[in-house]
């Protein structure tokens, strides 16, 4: 079985911050690792993922995550808030033939000016 | 231009009715999911297709019901015998690569019942 856990449901930044976004994994298997962005009423969309190799990701939009297996996380970060980085934020994994997507429950990233 | 579409993008269901929601895409992914979004839960997964004429219940199946006649779509019926259908749902697709695959999302379709 898998799970995902997302620490914050809410985190504010002021603009031009540093976004640190948590999340923990479970995973019996080895783990491929994802972060979604979802703007308010629409999709989701694939900010970055970790597979395999090296363990930190770069993905869009500045934001990059580490993989640390020792710690079961892959927390997303980025330098340098902007404003139009509001929005909700999900961690997912998978893993082995198991292409089943758990999700977390989302973090909502609030920057303030 | 390649994507995920679904309709409509808002719908209203009288308490007793079945409603489907519409969800294709262009991408020519073999694999399909359904998921509903509700407010501080995250995604839950309703059903999955790996290929056509082939879906499975996820771990909220129960009041859905799903067809998988075409590569293209995936439409998915909220019945009547969902307690609580006012939710996001949201359609998405995927090559599957051993689970590392990346599932493309469309736009969402909100249910509200009266």
């Known amino acids: 079985a898998q799970s995902v856990t997302q620490l914050g449901s809410h985190v504010s930044v002021s603009e031009g911050a540093l976004v640190l976004l948590r999340c923990n994994y479970s995973s019996s298997v080895p783990p491929y690792l994802f972060w979604y962005v979802q703007y308010p009423n629409q999709g989701l969309q694939l900010l970055l993922k970790y597979t395999t190799g090296a363990t930190l990701v770069k993905g869009i939009n500045g934001f990059e995550a580490e993989f640390k297996k020792s710690e079961t996380s892959f927390h997303l970060t980025k330098p340098s808030a902007h404003m139009s980085d509001a929005a909700e934020y999900f961690c997912?994994?998978?893993?082995?033939?198991?292409?089943?997507?758990?999700f977390g429950k989302g973090t909502l990233l609030t920057v303030n000016p | 231009d390649g994507g995920i579409t679904q309709s409509p993008k808002y719908l209203f269901r009288k308490e007793g009715q079945n409603v489907t929601l519409s969800c294709e895409q262009n991408?020519?992914?073999?694999?399909m999911y359904w998921y509903r979004q509700d407010p501080g839960q995250g995604l839950r997964l309703i059903y999955y297709?790996?290929?056509?004429?082939?879906?499975q219940k996820g771990d909220i199946a129960e009041g859905y019901s799903v067809s998988r006649e075409k590569k293209e779509s995936f439409p998915l019926t909220v019945t009547s015998a969902q307690k609580n259908p006012t939710a996001f749902y949201l359609c998405a697709s995927s090559t599957p690569s051993g689970g590392a695959d990346t599932q493309y999302f469309g736009p969402g379709t909100r249910l509200t019942v009266l």
């Open positions: 997912a994994v998978s893993g082995g033939s198991n292409y089943k997507l758990t």
């Open positions: 991408l020519n992914h073999d694999a």
């Open positions: 297709s790996q290929i056509v004429n082939d879906f």
